[in-house]
């Protein structure tokens, strides 16, 4: 902050307001002590960074998506941060059973009597405190759920969904695999943006759930393909 103040010849408050108000309009990613430039092609960043970045939006996201479960639902939650806020809002007083690759998830969970949890073993892939690997992958290959919800670190009409880890995605064929209706929650600042590792088509998707800064020009195209978006 102090070195943008002295070339700029103005306060470190208003470097911070300014800072603030380009973040808002996602030109760039405030951090301690400064900011780095965004670009569409997505680097991997630990969960604990993550989970601090447009909180307001992944908490709406959260409470819809906790409106999809039903009694003895059989579900996948996969690893990242806005799935772990949609477990710490889950609360069902009817059985629910778990798949999860995440012990984020797992140890959110573990406290409601109402959800069975399965903890996937594996390679633990610590920027994210989940599993990965071959392990992790043939014990989804035995499975059916009802319901997958998958987080992501790009949303693309051309290039379908993508994470920042190939390994990652490479498991996240085999939950795709294993579900009926795939689910993606997915904050506004994913759309446009790119991923090392391909999970999947748009078109494989049933339904969306973002916030209201999604842009409405994807919005309207992935809509017009047959999958449900829901903005909060």
Do not use: W
């Amino acid at each position: 902050m102090q070195d943008f103040s002295e070339v700029l010849g103005v306060s470190e408050v208003t470097i911070r307001k300014d800072l603030k108000e380009l973040e808002g309009k996602k030109m760039l990613l405030r951090s301690h002590g400064g900011a780095s430039p965004l670009s569409s092609l997505i680097n991997d960043r630990h969960i604990d960074e993550k989970e601090k970045i447009m909180v307001d939006e992944k908490i709406r996201i959260a409470n819809a998506a906790v409106q999809l479960l039903k009694k003895d639902d059989r579900i996948i939650i996969a690893s990242g941060t806005t799935l772990l806020y949609f477990a710490r809002k889950i609360s069902m007083t009817e059985p629910l059973t778990v798949i999860t690759p995440s012990v984020k998830v797992s140890l959110t969970l573990c406290y409601n009597p109402n959800v069975e949890i399965i903890q996937l073993g594996g390679v633990m892939r610590k920027s994210s405190a989940s599993v990965i690997g071959p392990y992790t992958e043939q014990f989804l290959g035995g499975l059916m759920c009802n319901k997958l919800f998958i987080g992501v670190d790009g949303i693309g009409i051309d290039f379908g969904l993508t994470t920042s880890s190939i390994g990652e995605a490479h498991l996240n064929h085999y939950m795709l695999d294993a579900a009926k209706e795939v689910i993606v929650l997915s904050d506004s600042s994913k759309f446009g943006k790119q991923g090392f590792g391909k999970i999947c088509d748009i078109e494989r998707v049933d339904h969306i759930i973002t916030d209201k800064g999604a842009p409405q020009n994807l919005v309207q195209i992935i809509r017009e393909k047959g999958i449900k978006v829901t903005l909060v």
